[in-house]
């Protein structure tokens, strides 16, 4: 899955948008942000344009997991 996040300026301030995509979705993603991106060096109050992106079939939280707490840290292990 991916998502694109971006922020408007309108009247009120800052208006923040999100677009999703699905896991095949890659090159889609990525003209849409290019096309924000274009928006944007063309002057119009485009910013904080993000890609993010999620394996849905991850096998466990992201991030490096907990060391076990009997584990000892060496610099270098025989």
């Known amino acids: 899955m991916y998502m694109i996040y971006w922020t408007e300026a309108t009247t009120e301030g800052m208006a923040p948008h999100a677009q999703s995509f699905p ?17 944007q060096f063309a002057g119009e109050p485009v910013s904080f344009v993000t890609l993010c992106s999620e394996n849905p079939n991850s096998v466990g939280k992201s991030g490096a997991a907990d060391p076990l707490p009997d584990y000892e840290w060496k610099k270098r292990r025989p």
């Open 23 to 39: 896991g095949d979705g890659l090159r889609d993603a990525l003209q849409f942000a290019e096309s924000l991106r274009r928006r």
